[in-house]
């Protein structure tokens, strides 16, 4: 089976900052990747997918990039309504793994 | 609108099933896979598995083959998914979610429920 590995599994920024976020995927997988926000006792909410799509409605501020087995989520001026986990998923084949997650934090 | 509503909270003993509901509105129940992903309190998501309601086909993660049963009754648009010999590490969120096809995301879940496996 294929492994999603998130690094780092949490981390800390100021408002305004650049954050990125890494997943690694065991195999490579094109670009069948996507990036779930789960907010603290909320559903995960799609935010980008085909590794690097923005789901509708999702501000412009997140994006992704990858392809293969190395893939990252940028949000380009964290805002205090992004604290929350998030997670990446595989889903080239019926076998759906998600990563382990990363929490990020407000400092 | 699209929508997954799923069944309310259980408690259940050691040992016992559970089976949780997940009725779908607002798109055509036969045309999407049903997934289902569980969460610990405080853990990752862990996915657990795949229906077709339109075959019924269904697919397991190894962890949970031979413990775990999706169905589902096309007429009311609903699924299910019984998990059985239940444990304390069974405690968590189930979510239903549904997925076009291979090579889709998941793109909407259900509102989760919680299962609470205790003596």
């Known amino acids: 089976d294929i492994q999603m590995t998130q690094s780092p599994s949490s981390l800390s920024a100021s408002v305004g900052d650049r954050v990125t976020i890494t997943c690694r995927a065991s195999?490579?997988?094109?670009?069948?990747l996507a990036w779930y926000q789960q907010k603290p006792g909320k559903v995960p909410k799609l935010l980008i997918y085909?590794?690097?799509t923005l789901q509708s409605g999702v501000p412009s501020r997140f994006s992704g990039s990858g392809s293969g087995t190395d893939f990252t989520l940028t949000i380009s001026s964290l805002q205090p309504e992004d604290v929350a986990t998030y997670y990446c998923q595989k889903y080239n084949s019926a076998l759906i793994t998600f990563g382990q997650g990363t929490r990020l934090e407000i400092k | 609108q699209v929508q997954l509503v799923q069944s309310g909270a259980e408690v259940k003993k050691p040992g016992a099933s559970v089976k949780v509901s997940c009725k779908a509105s607002?798109?055509?129940?036969?045309?999407?896979?049903i997934n289902w992903v569980r969460q610990a309190t405080g853990q990752g998501l862990e996915w657990m598995g795949w229906?077709?309601?339109?075959?019924?086909?269904?697919g397991y993660a190894q962890k949970f083959q031979g413990r775990v049963t999706m169905t589902r009754n096309t007429s009311i648009s609903t699924a299910y998914m019984e998990l059985s010999s239940l444990r304390s590490e069974d405690t968590a969120v189930y979510y239903c979610a549904r997925r076009y096809s291979y090579g889709d995301p998941v793109d909407y879940w259900g509102q989760g429920t919680l299962v609470t496996v205790s003596s």
């Open positions: 085909a590794a690097s």
């Open positions: 195999q490579g997988i094109s670009n069948y």
């Open positions: 229906m077709n309601p339109n075959s019924g086909n269904t």
């Open positions: 607002g798109y055509t129940f036969t045309s999407y896979d």
